[in-house]
Nanobody
Framework: QVQLMESGGDSVQAGGSLRLSCEAS????????MGWFRQAPGKGREAVAL???????QYADDVKGRFTISEGDAKNSLYLQMNSLKPEDTAMYYC?????????????????WGQGTQVTVAS
């Protein structure tokens, strides 16, 4: 059974940092693409960052220079280091994965999702 589990969400002050973790289990192979999405209250889900099996990364414009996505220590795991957090970063953060050839910041490409971890940034 495929499962993605996020952790690391918390409440922090603006300017602070958090590191989110995601572990994907149940896959008999290494995933080709894993990423982070977020959804703020009253808004749609948006892409944050992704990493492919070649360790190429992509970021949404509003997190470039502040967030860093990286592979985790275990197979099919990843981190999201978030620095210089802003109140507008407040959202539920979701880990997602797929094994398609194309790895882009497109929600429709991702078919496996975690339950999410809450990040709250106070001003």
């Amino acid at each position: 059974q495929v499962q993605l589990m996020e952790s690391g969400g918390d409440s922090v002050q603006a300017g602070g940092s958090l590191r989110l973790s995601c572990e994907a289990s149940g896959y008999p192979y290494s995933l080709s693409c894993m990423g982070w999405f977020r959804q703020a209250p009253g808004k749609g889900r948006e892409a944050v960052a992704l990493i492919n099996k070649n360790i190429d990364t992509q970021y949404a414009d509003d997190v470039k220079g502040r967030f860093t996505i990286s592979e985790g220590d275990a197979k099919n795991s990843l981190y999201l280091q978030m620095n210089s957090l802003k109140p507008e970063d407040t959202a539920m953060y979701y880990c997602a994965a797929h094994d398609k050839a194309v790895c882009q910041l497109r929600e429709d490409l991702f078919n496996d999702w975690g339950q999410g971890t809450q990040v709250t940034v106070a001003s």
